[in-house]
């Protein structure tokens, strides 16, 4: 891989990073917010949101060319990170659709809330599970500089 294209992978993902943790960030101040500035989290909660939404659905619609998701071109000792992704996307294109149920959930026991929730930090989990695999893949493709 090009220096350059790794360190475009790289942005592009310490990107969705900050703006997950951003959407999550202001998600879990809207629990404690109830004055005036609670507006403001919503949008803090579902701007970001909306637009990680948006750009996994664009590149769902220009790169698919018929497949139910695309998973980018890794090399074969990274098949988890293909299959990562391929739940990254089902979750991102879900979470919004709970969102929206969320302000619907009129039951007591909230189980749209408690599964947008379940699915955020699926994600979450997923992105550590996805990062770990990286840095073994580096540490076990890497030479060996003692030989």
């Known amino acids: 891989m090009p220096k350059y294209q790794g360190r475009h992978l790289v942005a592009i993902h310490v990107l969705a990073t900050f703006i997950l943790l951003l959407t ?6 809207i629990k404690t917010e109830t004055g005036p500035f609670a507006a403001l989290y919503y949008v803090g909660h579902i701007f970001p949101g909306s637009v990680i939404f948006i750009l996994i659905l664009f590149e769902w619609i ?34 919004p659709l709970t969102g929206i149920a969320v302000f619907f959930d009129f039951f007591a026991s909230r189980p749209f809330y408690r599964l947008h929730r379940i699915l955020f930090y699926s994600l979450l989990a997923l992105i550590v599970i996805n990062l770990i695999s990286m840095l073994i893949g580096r540490i076990a493709t890497k030479p060996n500089d003692l030989h």
């Open 62 to 95: 220009v790169r698919n060319h018929g497949k139910l998701i695309h998973t980018p071109n890794l090399p074969q000792h990274l098949w988890i990170n293909r299959k990562l992704h391929r739940a990254y996307y089902l979750i991102l294109l879900a979470l």
């Open 24 to 29: 999550w960030w202001a998600g879990e101040s």
